[in-house]
């Protein structure tokens, strides 16, 4: 089955540098890359998505990238502010059900 | 439109003791799952389903029970508790048997103690 591999597990950047989260994944079948941000104690939700089609979206302050030949996939998120401290999984997702890795906690330092 | 509804919110089990968590979504999705959470291991699939009558074993099943008799309805049973099932639990639902770039949508989450 699908195996999604994320790093790294803590991240620390001040406040308006950016910050980078990768994600690695096994399944040459994957053909769908969302990311989620879950603040402390709330449900994970949907801050943007990749299709196997896209090498890279964007959507404000932040991108998403995706290699398609190397699997792997990252995070990118600009001009960081404090609201953007959280914990950030990636996940894939092709013929078999959502697989995450097991997230990054990222704290922006004013 | 209440989404993805999770209950109960908080939950203490004596260990042996058995208790469903419910899930209900009022979406119409085909596809629920539902995942547990634990400190440095993400989210982790238990079960899931791709329509009603229709069930499947995630990554870490043992210890849980699923059916799906209704489309809106995912309950989520523990049959004998353990420790070790100590978790946060979420659930979560999308459309099109999850296996598509539809976007999945969770609940709120369940947290469970068994002592």
């Known amino acids: 089955g699908e195996n999604v591999e994320q790093h790294p597990s803590t991240l620390s950047v001040q406040e308006g540098d950016s910050a980078v989260i990768k994600c690695t994944y096994s399944d040459s079948a994957s053909n769908y890359f969302p990311w989620y941000k879950q603040e402390l104690g709330k449900r994970p939700q949907l801050i943007i998505d990749?299709?196997?089609?896209?090498g890279e979206k964007k959507d404000q302050r932040i991108a998403v990238t995706l290699n398609k030949t190397a699997k792997h996939f990252s995070l990118h998120i600009t001009e960081t502010q404090p609201e953007d401290s959280a914990v950030y999984f990636c996940a894939a997702r092709g013929n078999t059900p959502l697989v995450f890795g097991k997230g990054t906690r990222l704290s922006v330092i004013a | 439109n209440a989404g993805v509804t999770q209950t109960p919110k908080f939950q203490v089990l004596k260990t042996g003791q058995s208790m469903t968590l419910q899930c209900a979504q009022d979406m119409n999705h085909e596809y629920m799952s539902w995942y547990r959470q634990d400190p440095g291991m993400g989210l982790r699939l238990i079960h899931y389903s791709v329509g009603a009558g229709i069930t499947d074993q995630g990554e870490v099943p043992n210890g849980y029970n699923v059916s799906r008799s209704t489309t809106e309805d995912f309950p989520l049973r523990l049959l004998s508790a353990a420790p070790s099932q100590t978790s946060v639990y979420f659930c979560?639902?999308?459309?099109?048997?999850?296996?598509?770039?539809?976007?999945?949508?969770f609940g709120e989450g369940s947290w469970l103690t068994v002592v």
């Open positions: 990749i299709r196997s089609n896209v």
């Open positions: 979560a639902s999308s459309l099109m048997g999850g296996y598509s770039g539809n976007t999945i949508y």
